[in-house]
């Protein structure tokens, strides 16, 4: 079953850390958002393999927007 890696706020993608098929373990950076001025660190709660990369840095996320998808 695919986890989905999702935005928690309104930001902008500051960088993007992995590419599709890294395989990634809990507590791993996927991405850099940055709002308000705030580099925040969206990171990977189990382990597995980057399936699809669903955003490009520079790109506007709102809350609830699908980041990453992973298997």
Known sequence: MAEEIRAEMVANVMSVVVQD???????????????????????TEVNGKVDRIVVNEGDVVQEGDLLALLE
């Open 21 to 43: 098929g890294d395989t990634v373990h809990d507590g791993d950076s996927l991405f850099v958002l940055e709002s308000m001025k705030m580099e925040i660190p969206v990171l």
